[in-house]
T-cell receptor, first 112, second 118 residues
Framework: SQQGEEDPQALSIQEGENATMNCSYKTSINNLQWYRQNSGRGLVHLILIRSNEREKHSGRLRVTLDTSKKSSSLLITASRAADTASYFCATAPNTGGFKTIFGAGTRLFVKA | GAVVSQHPSWVICKSGTSVKIECRSLDFQATTMFWYRQFPKQSLMLMAT?????????EQGVEKDKFLINHASLTLSTLTVTSAHPEDSSFYICSANGPKGLALETQYFGPGTRLLVL
């Protein structure tokens, strides 16, 4: 399978709570990226973390990367109803080229 | 900068017809573009890597004669779904690597094309 795995597959939380999504992948990578997709829409790039980085922040987003476990997590703090979307991790395998492989995604629903 | 467009944004066609989808990098040159397919409530599946001036590289399980890819210039790649059938109905998304000299590792995604085959 192309895809890595993400968990949970779906997450429902109250506004103001934190949301944590996890991603595991299969091959060695150059970088890992997180994207957001609103229903039926295109992708929005959230953050990129390189293989030699362990943690990165952007606003309310915090991403961690553990290359030894081939896993990453995305934390959204103080969630808002507008954060409701699907979140995907995507990896760039270090096999040459710039191919990007997407995880299965987590559907986040933030209740107002 | 680094905007990618797709045309059309949606298309409805009859079974057996062919449909062409265009992917353009509007303000930068992209030597490599990628085509993805996304079924409802699923993730994006990479179909093929499109390189300007050479044949596309297809992922395992993707029929190259079914999904024809042409990357005629540094700003345009096209995907043609030949003899479309209802099971080809999907959301097709293209992406292009970032402008040369900048973040090549960053992909910029088009808004997607929704195909419905009746």
């Amino acid at each position: 399978s192309q895809q890595g795995e993400e968990d949970p597959q779906a997450l429902s939380i109250q506004e103001g709570e934190n949301a944590t999504m996890n991603c595991s992948y299969k091959t060695s990578i150059n970088n890992l990226q997180w994207y957001r997709q609103n229903s039926g829409r295109g992708l929005v790039h959230l953050i990129l973390i390189r293989s030699n980085e362990r943690e990165k922040h952007s606003g309310r987003l915090r991403v961690t990367l553990d290359t030894s476990k081939k896993s990453s997590s995305l934390l959204i703090t103080a969630s808002r109803a507008a954060d409701t979307a699907s979140y995907f991790c995507a990896t760039a395998p270090n096999t040459g080229g710039f191919k990007t492989i997407f995880g299965a995604g987590t559907r986040l629903f933030v209740k107002a | 900068g680094a905007v990618v467009s797709q045309h059309p944004s949606w298309v409805i066609c009859k079974s057996g017809t062919s449909v062409k989808i265009e992917c353009r990098s509007l303000d930068f040159q992209a030597t490599t573009m990628f085509w993805y397919r996304q079924f409802p409530k699923q993730s994006l599946m990479l179909m093929a890597t499109s390189n300007e001036g050479s044949k596309a590289t297809y992922e395992q399980g993707v029929e190259k004669d079914k999904f024809l890819i042409n990357h005629a210039s540094l700003t345009l790649s096209t995907l043609t779904v030949t003899s479309a059938h209802p099971e080809d109905s999907s959301f097709y998304i293209c992406s292009a690597n970032g402008p040369k000299g900048l973040a090549l590792e960053t992909q910029y995604f088009g808004p997607g094309t929704r195909l419905l085959v009746l």
